[in-house]
């Protein structure tokens, strides 16, 4: 049960569990946990900190104030905290090493190196390609400012190799990782108005919403823990024509990269 629901129907009495268990808590603030926590007399904290924390940049739709826009790129001032905090500052940790949910250890290779150090055990592959493709769209300057968000070349790539799947590959499911939800967006328009163009019916199926595992566009933070037999994973953020990104008034937005934040960001991606 979600931790809302807990304290609507559970009546508040310690005794009737054993333990509470909860789950993605680097999604619950610590305020929404009490209700859980007074139900019982034990509690096991279940996430990982070197996932995406929760931050509403990638949540951003329209291009905001430069202020704003230069300090969420740092990925951590705009983080609440979670009760995944509290209780790394609390409680003994135990590290769980087994991954399981990628078929090959190539898709978890890149976070087991960087993030986790080779600790993680995962199994081998049995295909001799890899599982990963790299697909890389070629720079070209994009001189109105409007923000440097969504790749308008980008969105129309993805759009070519989604529809590729549903043709060819239907049989398999499908799902979209964007890495901020305007790119999202514009990602889910131009397939719209792509499908509207072809009307080709035999794709209905394909991407029909009462699929068991139906296709999905979705930002970053949205997608975790969403399984489908194959992801395309598109970043949208581009550079204007002198190679900057910029903010919604035009100014460059200073290049502090933050190198572990963006590891962080691709490790979770390919996690």
Known sequence: MSPILVAEMIPPD???????????????PPAESIG?????SQVVVADDSRQLPPTAFFGQTAEGDEEEEEEALSLTRDIDESLLDVA???LRDQML???????????????????YGGALTAFPGAIVESPIEHE??????????????SNPDEVGRVVDL?????RNRSSETLGVIAFGQHHANNIEDILHKRRGELGD????????????ERFFVKNIERVQGDERDAIILSLGYH??????????????????????????LAAHALG
Not at 14 to 28: M, N, T, Y
Not at 97 to 115: K, V
Not at 139 to 146: A, L, M, Q, S
Not at 201 to 212: G, I, K, M, P, V
């Open 14 to 28: 310690r005794k009737l569990f054993d333990v509470v268990i909860f789950d993605e808590a680097s999604q619950i």
């Open 36 to 40: 859980c926590l007074a139900r019982s």
């Open 88 to 90: 790394d500052a609390l």
């Open 97 to 115: 090493q087994w991954h399981y949910r990628s078929r090959d250890d190539r898709l978890i290779a890149f976070s087991n190196q960087h993030i």
């Open 136 to 149: 890389l769209i070629p720079f070209r300057p994009i001189t109105e400012v409007r923000g440097t968000r």
């Open 162 to 166: 989604v529809l590729h799947h549903a």
């Open 201 to 212: 019916s035999s794709l209905d199926q394909f991407f029909s919403e009462t699929n068991e």
């Open 239 to 264: 550079k204007d024509a002198n190679g900057n990104f910029l903010s919604a008034s035009g100014r460059s937005i200073k290049k502090e990269a933050n190198a572990a934040s963006m590891s962080r």
